[in-house]
């Protein structure tokens, strides 16, 4: 199994109170990803980083920021958190060969906003 | 943008039938995943699909890809309870990131 872990994987949290979700790879991969699962809409990308300190947006990035200030470790932060963002958050990774661009994934964390 | 559909997005089978999940996407794009999802737990690879053609096989899933078509397909032969999961297809967009349809939840009953 691709050494990734998310921390916490279980959170409560209030509306309007900022989170923090953490993302620790011991792969050495370059790129890590974002993404939030919910019913009907399937895994939407959240933010991507390809490289410490290089990141971009994806199709859900609103009201969401990350960092990486390591090779090994991908904060995601909800500003203010709402409702909507509820989820399941899983982190991914993918070393991006020439050819190959599969990504492994976390084991989830669970976020409810209350 | 690259969209990714899959369909059926619900798909409930009896055993011993065979039937087809469909991925269809809307960009150029010659590398293609499914993944497999159970109940509460995190995605796990089935098969890489990186060129037209391409045709991945494991037990009862066969996996392929025409990327002329903008098309993969996942064939299920002879379903049995234990492939009852939801499936997802991804597809690279430039090289980045993966872009994932909604996935198909496949229910196989005796």
């Known amino acids: 199994d691709a050494g990734i872990t998310q921390s916490p994987r279980h959170k409560v949290t209030e509306t309007g109170t900022p989170v923090t979700l953490r993302c620790h790879q011991t792969?050495?991969?370059?790129?890590m990803y974002w993404y939030r699962q919910d019913p009907g809409h399937g895994l939407r990308l959240i933010h991507y980083?390809?490289?410490?300190?290089?990141?971009d947006k994806g199709e859900v990035s609103d009201g969401y920021s990350v960092s990486r200030s390591k090779t090994e470790d991908f904060l995601l932060t909800l500003e203010s958190a709402t409702s909507s963002q509820t989820s399941v958050y899983f982190c991914a990774i993918s070393s991006v060969a020439v050819t190959n661009t599969e990504a492994f994934f976390g084991q989830g964390t669970r976020l409810t906003v209350v | 943008e690259l969209k990714v559909e899959q369909n059926p997005l619900f798909l409930s089978m009896q055993e011993g039938k065979n039937y087809t999940i469909y991925c269809n996407y809307s960009t150029t794009s010659d590398r293609l995943y499914w993944y497999r999802q159970d109940p509460g737990k995190s995605l796990e690879s089935l098969f890489v699909?990186?060129?037209?053609?391409a045709v991945k096989q494991e037990g009862r899933l066969m996996a392929s890809l025409d990327t002329k078509a903008r098309l993969s397909t996942l064939h299920i032969t002879a379903a049995v309870h234990d492939l009852s999961a939801t499936y997802f297809c991804?597809?690279?967009?430039?090289?980045?990131?993966?872009?994932f349809g909604k996935g198909t939840t496949l229910s196989v009953s005796s």
């Open positions: 699909l990186l060129s037209n053609g």
């Open positions: 991804a597809v690279d967009q430039a090289g980045t990131a993966l872009i």
């Open positions: 792969e050495n991969h370059r790129y």
């Open positions: 980083s390809y490289g410490v300190k290089d990141t």
